[in-house]
């Protein structure tokens, strides 16, 4: 049964604006959804809303045969049919014509009720499962960094005074060209701050340049082998290792440091890097920015007071990676429920209204 539920609620862009008209403010207890920006995505309002021109109020003609939270309940179970009528133009949108449109199922009032309580209860309880995987997968990645400045904090025989800075460890520290590459479907790798993981590369996606551009765009230093590259902003202070038998393009808002061999192993310098304590030094001097970064002149003047002979870098990387890839595994095991508890949510929605419940 198709219920003429909708009535056009005009948008504005900022609070003050909504004053000037009643029919700019959604009123407490009804229902917004988003038309374009967060498409698909529901809202039921616990006071008066003033919403901007993304949004759409939904507000029942009467609530004596149709119950807001049974429509919200509804709504989220359509987000997909939402999302695709939406997809396809330059901005993801749909016409509040075709929400109006919407055919809604309207059982008995009481009916609505019960699956509402069905469905408050059950969300409650997939909420607390999420946000319990949520903290576990965040305690994981904390115990690993716990652990990797332990490592480093830990210092016994075979560690040498350096008393340097990172500059003088190194054959060189430089920046990246300061404009965007011109890219291509093929061509060399160019690495952006997307690409740069704690302590290796992602390549999934990567853009290409030309060789005349990688030639331009490498003037300063051409990245080899050994090199590590570091995400001067967004992730700031991610750094990974460049492996053999790749030939990389150094893309905007990175920088590649080339450690000397007979100081540094590669890898241990950049799971140095990657540890707590040295990350919240290099990023200290960016807070209160919109966006954090890394400071050219912080990377070089960074402190080394120690550091352990070669193979005793070698050992601590072996030692490291086994303790990551436990870590990675206990991660992957928390994101996958993460996974399975949305996938449940779409599950128990669609029982609700298609009378299995």
Known sequence: ????????TECCITPEAAKKSATNIIPSGNVVIATRVGLGKVCLLDQDTAINQDLRGIIPKSQKHLSVPFLFWWLKSIANLIIAEGTGATVQGVKLTFIKSLDVPIPPLSEQQRIVGILDEAFDGVATAKANAEKNLSNASELFNAWLNSVF???GD??????KQLIDLCELIVDCEHKTAPTQNEGIPSIRTP????????LDGVYRVSEKTYHEWTRRAEPRAGDLIMAREAPAGNVAVIPENIKLCLGQRTLLLRPKTDIFDPEFLAFYLLQPE???KLLAHSRGATVQHVNMKDIRALEISTIPLLSIQRDIVSTIKIIETESEK?????RQKIEALDALKQSILHQAFSGAL
């Open 1 to 8: 049964m198709k219920s003429e539920i909708i009535r056009e």
């Open 153 to 155: 904090s830990q210092r």
């Open 158 to 163: 075979g560690w040498v005074n350096q008393q």
């Open 195 to 202: 690409n740069i993981g704690k302590g290796r590369l992602i």
């Open 278 to 280: 040295i990350q919240s």
């Open 330 to 334: 206990l991660s992957q095991l928390y």
